[in-house]
């Protein structure tokens, strides 16, 4: 099971090297880039 950890400043995946690979590959289809998925799920001020 990947943990995904949302921060301000980046994203901490932790899991097993294919789990995070997979996860990665699913988040690119979203978004182009980190801070892309940052800014989609941080909290609107």
């Known amino acids: 099971m990947v943990k995904i950890y949302l921060q301000p400043n980046g994203i901490t995946l932790v899991g097993k090297a294919w789990?995070?690979?997979?996860?990665?590959?699913?988040?690119?289809?979203?978004?182009?880039?980190?801070s892309d998925w940052i800014n989609a799920t941080a909290p609107k001020k």
């Open 19 to 34: 789990q995070i690979k997979y996860m990665l590959k699913n988040y690119m289809k979203q978004h182009e880039l980190v």
